[in-house]
Protein backbone atom coordinates (compact mmCIF):
# COMPACT_ATOMS: atom_id res chain seq x y z
CA UNK A 1 0.00 0.00 0.00
CA UNK A 2 1.22 3.35 -1.10
CA UNK A 3 0.86 6.10 1.41
CA UNK A 4 -1.27 7.99 -0.78
CA UNK A 5 -3.75 4.71 -0.19
CA UNK A 6 -3.09 4.76 3.02
CA UNK A 7 -4.17 8.53 3.61
CA UNK A 8 -7.07 7.76 1.50
CA UNK A 9 -8.03 5.10 3.27
CA UNK A 10 -7.35 6.82 6.48
CA UNK A 11 -10.60 10.02 4.97
CA UNK A 12 -12.51 7.04 4.12
CA UNK A 13 -12.68 5.83 7.53
CA UNK A 14 -12.66 9.23 9.07
CA UNK A 15 -15.34 9.92 6.63
CA UNK A 16 -17.65 7.45 7.33
CA UNK A 17 -17.32 7.65 10.95
CA UNK A 18 -18.74 11.11 10.99
CA UNK A 19 -21.02 10.05 8.59
CA UNK A 20 -22.02 6.98 11.30
CA UNK A 21 -21.88 9.55 13.89
CA UNK A 22 -24.22 11.98 12.05
CA UNK A 23 -26.58 9.20 12.12
CA UNK A 24 -26.34 8.47 15.17
CA UNK A 25 -27.05 11.73 16.04
CA UNK A 26 -29.70 12.26 14.24
CA UNK A 27 -31.41 8.86 14.84
CA UNK A 28 -31.18 9.97 19.00
CA UNK A 29 -32.76 13.22 17.88
CA UNK A 30 -35.40 11.91 16.29
CA UNK A 31 -35.85 9.14 19.26
CA UNK A 32 -35.81 12.14 21.62
CA UNK A 33 -38.78 14.03 19.46
CA UNK A 34 -40.82 10.57 18.92
CA UNK A 35 -40.62 9.87 23.09
CA UNK A 36 -41.36 13.14 23.82
CA UNK A 37 -43.92 13.43 21.22
CA UNK A 38 -45.74 10.16 23.54
CA UNK A 39 -45.34 11.70 26.73
CA UNK A 40 -47.15 15.31 25.40
CA UNK A 41 -49.78 13.25 23.64
CA UNK A 42 -50.82 11.54 27.23
CA UNK A 43 -50.64 15.11 29.01
CA UNK A 44 -52.92 16.30 26.36
CA UNK A 45 -55.29 13.27 26.37
CA UNK A 46 -55.55 13.99 29.37
CA UNK A 47 -56.31 17.45 29.36
CA UNK A 48 -58.48 17.24 26.68
CA UNK A 49 -60.63 15.07 28.95
CA UNK A 50 -60.48 16.89 31.90
CA UNK A 51 -61.97 20.09 30.46
CA UNK A 52 -64.61 17.88 28.57
CA UNK A 53 -65.65 16.96 31.90
CA UNK A 54 -69.20 17.51 33.74
CA UNK A 55 -68.09 17.24 37.32
CA UNK A 56 -66.20 16.13 40.17
CA UNK A 57 -66.97 12.91 39.84
CA UNK A 58 -66.50 12.71 36.21
CA UNK A 59 -62.51 13.79 36.87
CA UNK A 60 -62.15 10.86 39.49
CA UNK A 61 -63.38 8.68 36.96
CA UNK A 62 -60.59 9.81 34.27
CA UNK A 63 -58.23 9.48 36.42
CA UNK A 64 -58.81 6.07 37.60
CA UNK A 65 -59.22 5.00 34.13
CA UNK A 66 -55.97 7.02 32.83
CA UNK A 67 -54.06 5.04 35.99
CA UNK A 68 -56.07 1.47 34.97
CA UNK A 69 -54.63 1.77 31.85
CA UNK A 70 -51.62 -0.62 32.37
CA UNK A 71 -49.78 -0.43 28.68
CA UNK A 72 -50.27 3.63 28.28
CA UNK A 73 -48.74 3.86 32.02
CA UNK A 74 -46.19 1.41 30.85
CA UNK A 75 -45.33 2.98 27.60
CA UNK A 76 -45.32 6.41 29.47
CA UNK A 77 -42.49 5.11 32.29
CA UNK A 78 -40.33 3.85 29.57
CA UNK A 79 -40.89 7.02 28.02
CA UNK A 80 -39.96 8.92 30.38
CA UNK A 81 -36.83 7.07 31.50
CA UNK A 82 -35.31 6.69 28.73
CA UNK A 83 -36.06 10.34 28.33
CA UNK A 84 -34.13 11.22 31.52
CA UNK A 85 -31.43 8.64 31.75
CA UNK A 86 -30.53 8.92 27.92
CA UNK A 87 -31.54 12.48 26.40
CA UNK A 88 -31.89 14.85 29.19
CA UNK A 89 -28.39 13.91 30.71
CA UNK A 90 -26.52 14.21 27.84
CA UNK A 91 -26.76 18.42 28.00
CA UNK A 92 -25.71 18.76 31.23
CA UNK A 93 -27.39 22.68 30.81
CA UNK A 94 -29.66 22.30 34.13
CA UNK A 95 -32.60 24.77 34.30
CA UNK A 96 -30.23 26.92 36.24
CA UNK A 97 -28.08 27.53 33.69
CA UNK A 98 -30.71 27.98 31.13
CA UNK A 99 -32.35 30.86 33.01
CA UNK A 100 -29.08 32.61 33.85
CA UNK A 101 -28.48 32.73 30.05
CA UNK A 102 -31.94 33.20 28.58
CA UNK A 103 -31.46 36.59 31.12
CA UNK A 104 -28.05 37.23 29.85
CA UNK A 105 -29.63 37.19 26.44
CA UNK A 106 -32.22 39.71 27.02
CA UNK A 107 -31.01 42.07 28.98
CA UNK A 108 -26.91 42.22 27.92
CA UNK A 109 -26.88 40.90 24.12
CA UNK A 110 -30.39 42.53 23.12
CA UNK A 111 -33.30 40.06 23.60
CA UNK A 112 -35.03 43.21 25.04
CA UNK A 113 -34.71 44.95 22.12
CA UNK A 114 -35.98 41.94 19.32
CA UNK A 115 -39.02 41.84 21.31
CA UNK A 116 -39.53 45.65 21.23
CA UNK A 117 -38.75 45.48 17.66
CA UNK A 118 -41.22 42.54 17.59
CA UNK A 119 -43.99 44.40 19.24
CA UNK A 120 -43.68 47.38 17.46
CA UNK A 121 -43.82 45.69 14.09
CA UNK A 122 -47.01 44.00 14.99
CA UNK A 123 -48.59 47.61 15.65
CA UNK A 124 -47.32 48.50 12.21
CA UNK A 125 -45.79 51.65 14.10
CA UNK A 126 -42.62 52.98 13.17
CA UNK A 127 -41.54 55.10 16.59
CA UNK A 128 -42.68 54.86 19.97
CA UNK A 129 -45.91 56.83 21.34
CA UNK A 130 -44.73 59.61 23.52
CA UNK A 131 -47.86 58.39 25.81
CA UNK A 132 -49.68 55.16 26.66
CA UNK A 133 -53.38 55.24 28.15
CA UNK A 134 -52.94 52.88 30.76
CA UNK A 135 -56.85 51.68 29.53
CA UNK A 136 -54.71 50.28 26.00
CA UNK A 137 -50.97 49.31 27.52
CA UNK A 138 -51.75 45.88 27.47
CA UNK A 139 -53.07 46.04 23.42
CA UNK A 140 -49.25 47.20 22.81
CA UNK A 141 -46.50 48.78 24.25
CA UNK A 142 -46.00 51.74 21.91
Known sequence: MTDSESVSSGTNFLERR???????????HEEHLRLADYV????ADLRKKFKSS???GDLERIWIEHCGNK???SQYADAM????TEHWTKNQETRIDWCREVTHEYFMKGGLQKVLDKERESCNMK??????SFKNRNKCLF
Open 81 to 84: HTLA
Open 71 to 73: TVL
Open 127 to 132: KPKKSC
Open 54 to 56: SGE
Open 18 to 28: ARERWLSETEC
Open 40 to 43: KGVH
